[in-house]
């Protein structure tokens, strides 16, 4: 099966200055996380909030879904973490 994007859930990970989403493959629900340092673009980091990341991960939703489907199709893991390097 394909990799899939349902559910548009998102929520923000303060600790580990992420956002998290779901993607599945079939029956399998795979775990993917993108760093804020992505989601930052021209927001302050300092004084980022976490409904900001999320307005920027919504702003950016199709092009981090393909790139979660690239990095997916290469490790197929259960959780992927998608960093600056995955969007060069």
Same mark, same amino acid.
């Given at each position: 099966?394909?990799?899939?994007?349902?559910?548009?859930?998102?929520?923000? #990970?303060? +600790?580990?200055?992420?956002?998290?989403?779901?993607?599945?493959?079939?029956?399998?629900? +795979?775990?993917f996380f993108v760093s804020a340092d992505v &989601?930052?673009?021209?927001?302050?980091? %300092?004084?980022?909030?976490?409904? #900001?990341?999320?307005?920027?991960? #919504?702003?950016? %939703?199709?092009?981090?879904?393909? +790139?979660?489907?690239?990095?997916?199709?290469?490790? %197929?893991?259960s959780t992927i973490i998608l #960093? &600056?390097?995955?969007?060069?």
């Amino acid at each position: 099966m394909a990799l899939s994007f349902p559910n548009l859930a998102r929520s923000y #990970d303060e +600790v580990h200055r992420r956002v998290r989403f779901l993607g599945h493959d079939g029956m399998f629900e +795979v775990r993917f996380f993108v760093s804020a340092d992505v &989601l930052a673009g021209e927001l302050s980091q %300092r004084t980022a909030s976490a409904g #900001d990341y999320l307005a920027s991960f #919504d702003a950016l %939703r199709p092009r981090i879904q393909k +790139v979660a489907m690239t990095a997916y199709s290469a490790a %197929r893991n259960s959780t992927i973490i998608l #960093d &600056l390097g995955h969007f060069k």
